[in-house]
T-cell receptor, first 114, second 110 residues
C-alpha cells in the first residue's frame, strides 16, 4: 500500500523486552490507528490518533503506549512484552476531508513474543 | 453481539461461480469498507461505500443504509480471488474509527 509504511515487518521478542513499532504515512492524513489481528477474530483497535499530539485508547489498549509527535508518524510501544501480545499489527490512516476519506493500511508487523 | 457481523465465515467455490459475502452492522456509520487480505499479506481496500453500489471489474459492492447491510459479489470467480474478505465500518464518532468484521475466508477451486 503506497503511502503507509510499517517497520519492522517481523520481530521476535523475549518476554519482558520492549520495542517500538513505527507507522509512517506521506498522505497528510489526520487519523492514524493501530490494530492487532488474531486468528479467528476481527482486527481490534489498540490506540488511535486524530491529529498531531493527540492519542486515544481503543478496545484493547492495555500493555501498549503510543505517541504522535509528528503528523506523519504514529508509534506503538510495548514496554514489557508478554506472550499474549503475539499478533500481527496493522497501522491504518484516514483523511478527514473528501476525497481523502478512504482508509489505507500498512503491510503489517508480525510479532512473536516467546 | 459484535457490531459488525459477516457471513459466511468460510466459503469454498468452484471457478466461475458467482459469490456473495454479506455484512450486517448495528451502529451508525459514515462509510463501509470491503477489504481483501491474502495469506500472510497486507490489507487492501477494495471499496469504500456510503450509499448505493460500486463496481470494479468482477467485483460489485452494495449497501443498504436503512437495513444496515452490505454485500460483496464476485462474478466469474477465479482461484486468484482466494483470500480473506473483511467488512469494516467507519463509526460515527470521535476519531471515525474502523470497526472490523471477523472476515470471510474464500477459497476458489479450479
Amino acid at each position: 500500500n503506497a503511502g503507509v509504511t510499517q517497520t519492522p515487518k517481523f520481530r521476535v521478542l523475549k518476554t519482558g523486552q520492549s520495542m517500538t513499532l513505527l507507522c509512517a504515512q506521506d498522505m497528510n492524513h489526520e487519523y492514524m490507528y493501530w490494530y492487532r489481528q488474531d486468528p479467528g477474530m476481527g482486527l481490534r483497535l489498540i490506540h488511535y490518533s486524530v491529529g498531531e499530539g493527540t492519542t486515544a485508547k481503543g478496545e484493547v489498549p492495555d500493555g501498549y503506549n503510543v505517541s504522535r509527535l509528528k503528523k506523519q508518524n504514529f508509534l506503538l510501544g510495548l514496554e514489557s512484552a508478554a506472550p499474549s501480545q503475539t499478533s500481527v499489527y496493522f497501522c491504518a490512516t484516514k483523511g478527514i476531508s473528501a476525497p481523502n476519506t478512504e482508509a489505507f493500511f500498512g503491510q503489517g508487523t508480525r510479532l512473536t513474543v516467546v | 453481539k459484535n457490531e459488525v457481523e459477516q457471513s459466511p465465515q468460510n466459503l469454498t467455490a468452484q471457478e466461475g461461480e458467482f459469490i456473495t459475502i454479506n455484512c450486517s452492522y448495528s451502529v451508525g456509520i459514515s462509510a463501509l469498507h470491503w477489504l481483501q487480505q491474502h495469506p500472510g499479506g497486507g490489507i487492501v481496500s477494495l471499496f469504500m461505500l456510503s450509499s448505493g453500489k460500486k463496481k470494479h471489474g468482477r467485483l460489485i459492492a452494495t449497501i443498504n443504509i436503512q437495513e444496515k447491510h452490505s454485500s460483496l459479489h464476485i462474478t466469474a470467480s477465479h482461484p486468484r480471488d482466494s483470500a480473506v474478505y473483511i467488512c469494516a465500518v467507519h463509526r460515527m464518532e470521535y476519531g471515525n474509527k474502523l470497526v472490523f468484521g471477523a472476515g470471510t475466508i474464500l477459497r476458489v477451486k479450479s
